[in-house]
């Protein structure tokens, strides 16, 4: 078998990809061990940096991963497959990919009114992993009804009064703390309802506003300064100008040339006839 020297720890291995990581058609300098162990020390010495960067692209980020995975589902699941399968091989053991055929039952047996039916829709619910609910339908109910004048009784209401009353600040803060964390979705909210109250035609998405985003790069629209996640969702015709708030009609700017420019049109705000 043939040998390779680590290049940094001076040992002779076997050239095989158990020691060496593999680079393109041959092997990396360097042995597994001590790729391993400068790789640890980068990532102390980068901890800080690297959550920064992460927390400030996050959503970013996220959204990359979300599409790149859409589009890319199948080779990602195939090489995690293969993964599987030279580590079940190299350790000696089988992988197994034989499943248990469920042996679907002719009846069941409701807990609650003791009584056994066929075991199907008409007599039980079926969850969105294709089992059956534990109780038959009328218990379903039963329960529901029971559930729900238990909550609206008199008694509950009062409580519930009570509470928001004596806890008003810290239920509002949680709301906010709630919006903070879906800020981008409470903005869409807002600007929907905002349009809706004015009687303007049109509406979009949080997907829509990624969506401008990528497309822009993250720069901003007018002044062309990268925004990263600090930004404002401009309308290019103000809604009170009677422009649509569809995504048509929307584009990205940084806080200072959103505020600048108000409810003018581009024309109007620096002598540019800049439109969509």
């Not at 680590?6 to 593999?22: G, I, Q, V, W």
Request: charged share 40%.
């Amino acid at each position: 078998m043939d040998e390779k020297k680590c290049s940094k720890c001076e040992r002779l291995l076997p050239a095989t990809s158990d020691y060496f990581n593999r680079q393109g058609k041959g092997l990396k300098a360097q042995c597994r061990m001590c790729q391993a162990e400068y790789q640890k020390q980068w990532d102390e010495r980068n901890a800080g940096r690297k959550h920064a960067t992460y927390m400030t692209n996050k959503d970013v980020a996220r959204e990359k991963a979300r599409v790149y995975y859409q589009e890319h589902g199948d080779e990602i699941r195939a090489k995690r497959k293969k993964k599987r399968d030279e580590e079940a091989a190299r350790s000696g053991r089988k992988r197994r990919t034989a499943k248990k055929v469920a042996v679907e039952k002719t009846e069941k047996r409701c807990p609650r009114c003791k009584q056994t039916l066929p075991a199907n829709e008409e007599h039980f619910y079926r969850k969105a992993n294709g089992k059956l609910f534990r109780y038959c339908i009328e218990c379903q109910k039963e329960t529901a009804r029971e559930q729900y004048h238990r909550r609206r009784s008199e008694e509950t209401l009062a409580a519930q009064r009570k509470y928001y009353q004596e806890h008003r600040e810290q239920i509002l803060e949680r709301g906010r703390q709630r919006r903070a964390q879906k800020r981008e979705y409470a903005a869409v909210h807002d600007r929907n309802k905002k349009a809706k109250r004015l009687n303007v035609d049109g509406e979009h998405t949080a997907e829509d506003i990624h969506h401008i985003y990528e497309k822009q790069k993250g720069l901003c629209y007018y002044c062309k300064k990268h925004v990263w996640l600090d930004y404002h969702v401009d309308h290019v015709i103000p809604l009170s100008r009677g422009g649509s708030n569809g995504p048509e009609n929307l584009v990205i700017a940084c806080p200072e040339c959103n505020m600048s420019k108000h409810n003018k049109l581009p024309h109007e705000w620096h002598g540019t006839d800049k439109l969509l």
